[in-house]
């Protein structure tokens, strides 16, 4: 029996494969909190998804999503996993726009469960190169699903995104503090190179993570962890010491940046 943040990594998992076999390659890019969570060793599980799309129409590309939501083999697949049903979206309601296209769906489980995701396309522009990999068999291991190639973004491509989501949302999310920690000790600071932040953005950044408690983080991200991961991270010192190290990574961007 899985649990609702694994019923939805579950999906997200199952969307990835059959978009790889059916979009081709280099014109998306998975990021976020999912790409960070398959590749990265996330602690985090994520509600949503997102992932940035280039050269493929808005019609196309929903034709090419509700192809794979309705296929009869994806739902065959998941209901191995308990998901019973999909709700697909409203298309008359959901929004379809040249930079925003985004597919709300309802899981419904063989226990009674409906859980909600999102999936959401970008086309404000790739940061940078994505790669293309294999999910690591350890992510997927827990669920019996064998490996395949996704494009996804770097770390240090996430680092960079994380960077501006904080500079940039009206209501800095603590979800991404903590992954700025998580990449930290992942990427190689040789690979920032002209960094395009100002020494303000820096500063702006360190004090923007400082300004966010930890009743947010415990509901935000904590909430979203396994039982185990909450012993751990659970606790107004964890976030302390996670708001600190990040600041200190910032704060090493920044030198590199200054040469």
């Given at each position: 029996?899985?649990?609702?943040?694994?019923?939805?990594?579950?999906?997200?998992?199952?969307?990835?494969?059959?978009?790889?076999?059916?979009?081709?390659?280099?014109?998306?890019?998975?990021?976020?909190?999912?790409?960070?969570?398959?590749?990265?060793?996330?602690?985090?599980?994520?509600?949503?998804?997102?992932?940035?799309?280039?050269?493929?129409?808005?019609?196309?590309?929903?034709?090419?999503?509700?192809?794979?939501?309705?296929?009869?083999?994806?739902?065959?697949?998941?209901?191995?996993?308990?998901?019973?049903?999909?709700?697909?979206?409203?298309?008359?309601?959901?929004?379809?726009?040249?930079?925003?296209?985004r597919f709300k769906i309802h899981l419904l489980t063989y226990a009674g469960g409906d859980y909600f995701t999102k999936i959401e396309f970008s086309r404000r522009g790739f940061t940078g190169n994505?790669?293309?990999e294999s999910i690591p068999a350890s992510v997927l291991r827990p669920y019996g699903i064998t490996p395949f190639l996704i494009s996804h973004y770097p770390g240090h491509i996430a680092v960079i995104q994380k960077i501006s989501a904080i500079l940039s949302r009206q209501s800095v999310q603590p979800r991404d503090i903590f992954d700025l920690y998580l990449l930290s000790s992942q990427v190689k600071l040789s690979e920032f190179k002209n960094l395009f932040f100002a020494k303000?953005?820096?500063?702006?950044?360190?004090?923007?993570?400082?300004?966010?408690?930890?009743?947010?983080?415990?509901?935000?991200?904590?909430?979203?962890?396994?039982?185990?991961?909450?012993?751990?991270?659970?606790?107004p010192l964890a976030w302390d010491d996670i708001k600190l190290k990040t600041i200190s990574f910032i704060e090493e961007l920044e030198k590199i940046n200054e040469q």
């Amino acid at each position: 029996m899985y649990n609702q943040l694994q019923i939805r990594e579950i999906f997200h998992i199952q969307f990835l494969r059959y978009m790889s076999m059916d979009f081709p390659t280099g014109v998306w890019a998975l990021k976020g909190g999912v790409n960070l969570r398959l590749f990265f060793k996330s602690n985090r599980y994520s509600e949503d998804m997102d992932i940035d799309v280039k050269t493929i129409s808005v019609d196309s590309l929903k034709k090419k999503v509700i192809k794979i939501l309705i296929s009869p083999s994806f739902i065959n697949n998941l209901k191995t996993f308990g998901i019973r049903e999909i709700k697909v979206p409203d298309m008359t309601k959901a929004k379809q726009t040249d930079t925003t296209q985004r597919f709300k769906i309802h899981l419904l489980t063989y226990a009674g469960g409906d859980y909600f995701t999102k999936i959401e396309f970008s086309r404000r522009g790739f940061t940078g190169n994505a790669v293309i990999e294999s999910i690591p068999a350890s992510v997927l291991r827990p669920y019996g699903i064998t490996p395949f190639l996704i494009s996804h973004y770097p770390g240090h491509i996430a680092v960079i995104q994380k960077i501006s989501a904080i500079l940039s949302r009206q209501s800095v999310q603590p979800r991404d503090i903590f992954d700025l920690y998580l990449l930290s000790s992942q990427v190689k600071l040789s690979e920032f190179k002209n960094l395009f932040f100002a020494k303000k953005d820096f500063l702006k950044v360190s004090e923007n993570i400082m300004s966010v408690d930890f009743s947010l983080f415990r509901d935000l991200v904590v909430e979203y962890m396994s039982d185990e991961d909450r012993k751990i991270y659970g606790s107004p010192l964890a976030w302390d010491d996670i708001k600190l190290k990040t600041i200190s990574f910032i704060e090493e961007l920044e030198k590199i940046n200054e040469q």
